[in-house]
């Protein structure tokens, strides 16, 4: 079963794990990121996408710790490989030419040369494997040169002396979510070191044609008896090129054996066969090497810009389930009267930010002189919810509470629907009545009856906000916005 996951580019990745591992190393900010959690979901909404949520809510955690520049300076940079490609290119490059030259000392050119013959057969040899792995016959944790440079390119032993460091946790993860890319990079290495070797072969060929007076014949141990073997070989291999001349017949090429070649007066010219041995390297290494070195780098790119996160940990499920569940929720719109003043705004700024709102929102109304004008609480793309402050000190008056209830959760007023309840300060009442219980609970089921009859919801605020904040988030999960909020009076 495939573990859940998002698609995001490196750069979406490395700031997104870069808020994780800060999160996850200071529980001192568990609060705040609840916080912007929630207000990530508000300003983006329910049409974000997963790796959206997650990439603007992972730069407002950077932001509020203050590391906003912190992504760009993570220790995992963007993988490039350009110098390592230049260097194992060159080298592979010398290894090819000296390895003909330590092959073939003398001016000799052996038609079975088996190191010809053994990178031409090692390049069909991997063609093949790779074709098996590509139809899933078998398994690419199979190719262990591949894996070994892939290794190498993650950085695993670095990782391993920097286990406890906040950085080498980011490298860690990041470089575990780099492993496609990485694969792909060491698989174009590989590609690219082959066809360095050939390139270099045929160089050496190439230019030791130009000052050696080349002998072409062939020697060997086991068909020195048997030439008309190497003539069915010959005519299937180096017959398969269609210029350089006509090949030789069985008895010219008996003639050829190396042990015989100094009795022969007129020996055979060696340039149409050094011209035969450059086309089959060219058409058996170079040129799908090549075409696979593309291909490799190709798709390093791609999964470069594709990289699978996978969210099924504890950190990214609290996460995407927290933006879920607020995502449809709009920021919260107070409504309060201008007369609250001092510890009345803390608590305000307070009811505000747990519910996730970046900075609050209140319109100030002056509850005393109806008729009411509430400004615009809509805004572009936002859905809020508006929770109406009243004091249970005064009691609801149909000329002034009423007027208010009616101008603010009046469909007409407003083109788009909105989730509204009342938000009951208790705090007074109780200070003037906290030795009345009974006038306490009769007074609250009053703002209740009073605010249902406009299908107001009352929400009773005792000071616990966080407790007040959940409770409202509950309730307003499970409602979509009311459109028809008028309730028989």
């Not at 990178?119 to 790779?130: D, M, P």
């Not at 045929?202 to 048997?226: D, K, Y």
């Not at 086309?279 to 490799?296: C, D, E, K, N, Y």
């Amino acid at each position: 079963m495939h573990e859940p996951f998002v698609t995001v580019t490196y750069e979406q990745a490395r700031t997104i794990l870069r808020a994780k591992a800060l999160e996850q190393a200071a529980s001192g900010y568990a609060i705040q990121s609840a916080v912007i959690s929630k207000a990530t979901a508000h300003r983006l909404g329910e049409s974000a996408d997963e790796a959206t949520y997650l990439t603007e809510r992972a730069k407002a955690v950077l932001q509020a710790v203050g590391q906003s520049d912190a992504a760009s300076k993570t220790p995992i940079r963007a993988p490039s490989i350009r110098s390592t490609a230049g260097l194992l290119f060159l080298a592979a490059f010398i290894l090819g030419a000296l390895t003909d030259k330590l092959a073939s000392p003398e001016p000799f050119i052996n038609l079975l040369s088996f190191p010809f013959w053994g990178v031409i057969a090692w390049n069909v040899l991997i063609y093949g494997v790779l074709l098996l792995g590509a139809v899933g016959l078998i398994s690419p944790d199979r190719f262990p040169v591949r894996g070994t440079v892939s290794a190498l390119l993650a950085g695993k032993l670095t990782r391993l002396l920097h286990r406890t460091s906040l950085d080498a946790a980011l490298r860690a993860e990041m470089a575990q979510l780099l492993v496609p890319v990485y694969e792909n990079q060491a698989a174009y290495l590989m590609h690219l070191a082959a066809l360095a070797f050939a390139l270099g072969l045929i160089a050496e060929i190439a230019f030791r044609g130009i000052s050696t007076a080349f002998v072409v014949g062939w020697e060997s141990t086991w068909f020195a008896q048997n030439p008309e073997a190497v003539k069915t070989f010959i005519d299937w291999t180096y017959g398969l090129i269609p210029f350089g001349g006509d090949l030789p017949d069985a008895s010219t090429l008996e003639a050829m054996q190396s042990d015989r070649l100094v009795f022969r007066m007129h020996p055979v010219n060696a340039a149409p066969w050094l011209i035969r041995m450059m086309v089959l390297l060219t058409v058996f290494v170079i040129i799908p090497r090549l075409f696979l070195a593309l291909i490799s780098f190709s798709a390093a790119r791609f999964c470069r810009n594709r990289l699978r996160l996978t969210v099924s940990d504890p950190y990214f499920v609290s996460v995407l389930t927290e933006g879920k569940e607020s995502a449809h929720l709009g920021p919260l719109v107070i409504i309060a009267d201008k007369a609250f003043k001092g510890s009345d705004k803390a608590t305000l700024d307070k009811l505000s930010l747990l519910w996730g709102n970046p900075k609050p929102i209140v319109n100030e109304l002056d509850y005393d002189a109806p008729p009411f004008v509430v400004p615009d609480i809509f805004r572009d793309g936002e859905n809020p919810f508006v929770l109406i402050l009243s004091d249970a000190l005064k009691t609801p008056e149909e000329e002034l509470a009423g007027a208010l209830f009616s101008a603010v959760n009046n469909p007409e007023t407003e083109e788009k629907p909105f989730l509204c309840a009342v938000l009951l300060d208790t705090r007074r009442l109780r200070e003037r009545f906290d030795v009345y219980p009974g006038r306490l609970t009769e007074r609250i089921d009053t703002w209740t009856r009073f605010a249902a009859s406009f299908g107001l919801t009352v929400f009773v605020y005792e000071g616990d906000a966080v407790t007040l904040v959940r409770n409202m988030r509950q309730w307003a999960s499970t409602r979509s916005p009311v459109v028809d909020r008028k309730t028989p009076r």
